[in-house]
RNA sequence: GGCCCCAUCGUCUAAAGGAUUAGGACAUCACUCUUUCAAGGUGAAGGUAGGGGUUCGAGUCCCCUUGGGGCCA
């Protein structure tokens, strides 16, 4: 088995490209097959070795490491126009002279008169002397597939039967007049060279299955096995695209998901194992992937769904396996730097403990957990209103005094020297806890108070109570 | 507009004509646990688009309608 991802170096993955991606890269390593890449860059004007880089980071961080390739469409033009040559020569192929601006006149024509328009054949009935004339002046030529009567049929791994009859497909251009392919003509042409022997990509290509079908039949090839995966649709039901937000591969990597989470997500877009399992690893599902099991229904991408995920995901991994993650997060918001990375290593791994089972994302660990690294936050104001009663100075005088006593500091001790307190003032542990909470993180949550003290450290909670202790009523 | 694809809770899906009171997950809501928030636990609500057929029996097969999507322009 042999298959291929062809992304267009765009800019970005396309997170649809990316699935298309992850489901041949299972059926290749599940068969032991080979997963072939080739970058469709005949555009070349739009393609850039950067936006390349783009596409072979985001392939990379997903993990779906590649057999072949990359190969470039840019670097096999001769090879399309030899084979165009060919369809020529055999008649299977013509040139047409027609102008985009006669092209245009002529189809708004047959709209105006109620006609459905094709490609009205007028360059195949032009005589050889219109032709030498035509040539003569130097007029640009491409070259069209003439289509032969009849129908195709093919039997699609995901939908079943497709046919289409040949009425309804007119003789598309294979060649441009600047001299490059197609579309439809490239990826037959690479098909077949690089022995692919199952096509399996989007939806949006089946239109162009009978006509790629048919360039495989004129040229004496055997066509490959063909699978439609379904769309995947943002909110409001159309093809994802940019406007839908993030779309591209590396932005879910900025936002702070898993390259696993996003990986078991996606797989679940249109498959699944059959059973109610749902988190399962990249092992399990090379061992459960099945092209027959995949759905012919278009799917909306659901990014609850893959927060939630990835938050399992966070809570399966093991601190040590986070703290790279992590780090580069707490980094990007100046939390800590390149060179306390050592020093700060426990502290981390502590703080990761602490945080999550609250995280949803590896971003969460930055935004949500801000005073593990800085004194300078503001009080929540709506804590402030619900927390801070008269009288509150008075008692954090006195937690702080027990506080400077406790020693050692750890969870045990400053839940004794709180609730010790709170008994002899004959209060709920909770009028202090509350205020506590929101003096040494600004917030009205987290974890659990006494870890959260215990791993802030003596010195910054005793820090911290002083400096609002003017401001408490 | 022409052609093609698709139709099960809001979303992703399970149910290979009989095992179904249509199952699970996310989201939602309630309760519970708790110093808070999460997480966890328990529970609730929520679906076979509509209409015809085929069949002893249809979510499942066929047809039509409707709706959605894609491609080409």
Same mark, same amino acid.
């Given at each position: 088995?042999?298959?291929?991802?062809?992304?267009?170096?765009?800019?970005?993955?396309?997170?649809?490209?990316?699935?298309?991606?992850?489901?041949?890269?299972?059926?290749?390593?599940?068969?032991?097959?080979?997963?072939?890449?080739? %970058?469709?860059?005949?555009?070349?004007?739009?393609?850039?070795?950067?936006?390349?880089?783009?596409?072979?980071?985001?392939?990379?961080?997903?993990?779906?490491?590649?057999?072949?390739?990359?190969?470039?469409?840019?670097?096999?033009?001769?090879?399309?126009?030899?084979?165009?040559?060919?369809?020529?020569?055999?008649?299977?192929?013509?040139?047409?002279?027609?102008?985009?601006?006669?092209?245009?006149?002529?189809?708004?024509?047959?709209?105006?008169?109620?006609?459905?328009?094709?490609?009205?054949?007028?360059?195949?009935?032009?005589?050889?002397?219109?032709?030498?004339?035509?040539?003569?002046?130097?007029?640009?030529?491409?070259?069209?597939?003439?289509?032969?009567?009849?129908?195709?049929?093919?039997?699609?791994?995901?939908?079943?039967?497709?046919?289409?009859?040949?009425?309804?497909?007119?003789?598309?251009?294979?060649?441009?007049?600047?001299?490059?392919?197609?579309?439809?003509?490239?990826?037959?042409?690479?098909?077949?060279?690089?022995?692919?022997?199952?096509?399996?990509?989007?939806?949006?290509?089946?239109?162009?299955?009978?006509?790629?079908?048919?360039?495989?039949?004129?040229?004496?090839?055997?066509?490959?096995?063909?699978?439609?995966?379904?769309?995947?649709?943002?909110?409001? =039901?159309?093809?994802?695209?940019?406007?839908?937000?993030?779309?591209?591969?590396?932005?879910?990597?900025?936002?702070?998901?898993?390259?696993?989470?996003?990986?078991?997500?996606?797989?679940?877009?249109?498959?699944?194992?059959?059973?109610?399992?749902?988190?399962?690893?990249?092992?399990?599902?090379?061992?459960?992937?099945?092209?027959?099991?995949?759905?012919?229904?278009?799917?909306?991408?659901?990014?609850?769904?893959?927060?939630?995920?990835?938050?399992?995901?966070?809570?399966?991994?093991?601190?040590?396996?986070?703290?790279?993650?992590?780090?580069?997060?707490?980094?990007?918001?100046?939390?800590?730097?390149?060179?306390?990375?050592?020093?700060?290593?426990?502290?981390?791994?502590?703080?990761?403990?602490?945080?999550?089972?609250?995280?949803?994302?590896?971003?969460?660990?930055?935004?949500?957990?801000?005073?593990?690294?800085?004194?300078?936050?503001?009080?929540?104001?709506?804590?402030?209103?619900?927390?801070?009663?008269?009288?509150?100075?008075?008692?954090?005088?006195?937690?702080?005094?027990?506080?400077?006593?406790?020693?050692?500091?750890?969870?045990?001790?400053?839940?004794?020297?709180?609730?010790?307190?709170?008994?002899?003032?004959?209060?709920?542990?909770?009028?202090?806890?509350?205020?506590?909470?929101? %003096?040494?993180?600004?917030?009205?949550?987290?974890?659990?108070?006494?870890?959260?003290?215990?791993?802030?450290?003596?010195?910054?909670?005793? =820090?911290?109570?002083?400096?609002?202790?003017?401001?408490?009523?």
């Amino acid at each position: 088995m042999r298959v291929r991802i062809a992304p267009s170096p765009t800019g970005y993955l396309h997170i649809g490209t990316a699935r298309t991606a992850l489901y041949n890269w299972l059926l290749a390593r599940k068969h032991k097959g080979t997963f072939v890449l080739r %970058i469709e860059d005949t555009d070349v004007e739009r393609s850039s070795q950067e936006m390349v880089d783009v596409i072979l980071e985001s392939l990379k961080w997903l993990g779906l490491d590649w057999d072949e390739g990359p190969y470039f469409q840019s670097r096999r033009v001769e090879i399309y126009r030899r084979y165009a040559e060919r369809l020529l020569k055999e008649g299977k192929a013509y040139c047409c002279y027609c102008t985009p601006e006669e092209l245009k006149e002529r189809r708004e024509q047959a709209i105006r008169e109620g006609r459905a328009w094709k490609y009205d054949r007028k360059c195949l009935y032009l005589s050889e002397e219109e032709k030498r004339k035509l040539e003569k002046e130097g007029r640009p030529r491409a070259i069209r597939f003439l289509v032969p009567p009849g129908k195709t049929e093919f039997n699609d791994l995901v939908h079943g039967k497709i046919e289409k009859n040949h009425e309804d497909i007119e003789d598309f251009v294979i060649l441009k007049s600047d001299g490059m392919p197609t579309y439809n003509f490239a990826v037959v042409v690479d098909d077949h060279e690089m022995g692919i022997t199952h096509v399996i990509r989007g939806d949006d290509h089946i239109s162009n299955t009978p006509k790629q079908i048919l360039i495989y039949r004129a040229l004496g090839w055997e066509p490959p096995l063909f699978g439609h995966l379904p769309l995947i649709l943002g909110e409001d =039901r159309s093809k994802l695209s940019k406007r839908h937000g993030a779309v591209a591969v590396l932005q879910y990597k900025e936002d702070g998901f898993l390259p696993d989470a996003l990986v078991n997500y996606l797989a679940l877009l249109g498959w699944s194992p059959g059973d109610n399992r749902e988190i399962l690893s990249r092992e399990e599902l090379i061992e459960l992937f099945s092209i027959e099991r995949v759905s012919d229904r278009n799917a909306i991408f659901d990014r609850r769904k893959l927060l939630w995920m990835n938050g399992e995901y966070i809570k399966m991994k093991s601190e040590d396996e986070l703290f790279n993650g992590v780090w580069e997060f707490l980094k990007k918001e100046e939390l800590v730097k390149d060179e306390e990375k050592e020093e700060k290593r426990d502290y981390i791994l502590g703080f990761i403990k602490l945080m999550k089972e609250r995280c949803k994302t590896l971003k969460d660990f930055a935004t949500l957990g801000y005073y593990f690294f800085r004194d300078d936050f503001e009080l929540d104001p709506e804590g402030i209103r619900k927390h801070f009663y008269p009288g509150l100075k008075e008692r954090m005088e006195k937690l702080l005094e027990r506080f400077e006593k406790t020693e050692p500091f750890t969870v045990e001790n400053i839940e004794q020297a709180l609730r010790g307190l709170a008994e002899e003032l004959g209060i709920k542990a909770k009028e202090l806890i509350h205020p506590v909470r929101l %003096i040494c993180s600004g917030m009205t949550f987290g974890p659990g108070l006494f870890e959260l003290l215990a791993h802030l450290g003596k010195e910054r909670v005793i =820090r911290r109570i002083k400096k609002r202790l003017p401001e408490l009523p």
